[in-house]
Nanobody
Framework: QVELVESGGGSVQPGGSLKLSCVLS????????LGWFRQTSEKERERLAY????????YVADSVKGRFTVSQDNAKNTMFLQMDDLKPEDTGTYFCVADERLEEILLARAKYWGQGTQVNVSS
């Protein structure tokens, strides 16, 4: 049984940083494409970044490029989202996802979703 567990959310002031972690259990990262999504009160679920487990190539959405970085540690079976220069509009629930097919990540139909971690950015 594959499970994704996010952590690292919290409250931070504008301009601050957070690093989210997503631990995959039940299989190895290299078996999947993985991504980060967020849900805010104003927008539909937004795809922020994705990568292929075990590979170097990553994608980061233009809306957060330059501020957010996605990475992985295969030894820890963990994907990360480093978020810098956070803004109030980054407030929301952040989810990590996994699927064997990239198309399902792109369409927000990934087979596996974490429970989400809340990020609050305010002064």
């Amino acid at each position: 049984q594959v499970e994704l567990v996010e952590s690292g959310g919290g409250s931070v002031q504008p301009g601050g940083s957070l690093k989210l972690s997503c631990v995959l259990s039940g299989n190895t990262l290299s078996s999947y494409f993985l991504g980060w999504f967020r849900q805010t009160s104003e927008k539909e679920r937004e795809r922020l970044a994705y990568l292929m487990g075990g590979r170097d190539k990553v994608y980061v959405a233009d809306s957060v490029k330059g501020r957010f970085t996605v990475s992985q540690d295969n030894a820890k079976n963990t994907m990360f989202l480093q978020m810098d220069d956070l803004k109030p509009e980054d407030t929301g629930t952040y989810f990590c996802v996994a699927d064997e097919r990239l198309e399902e990540i792109l369409l927000a139909r990934a087979k596996y979703w974490g429970q989400g971690t809340q990020v609050n950015v305010s002064s």
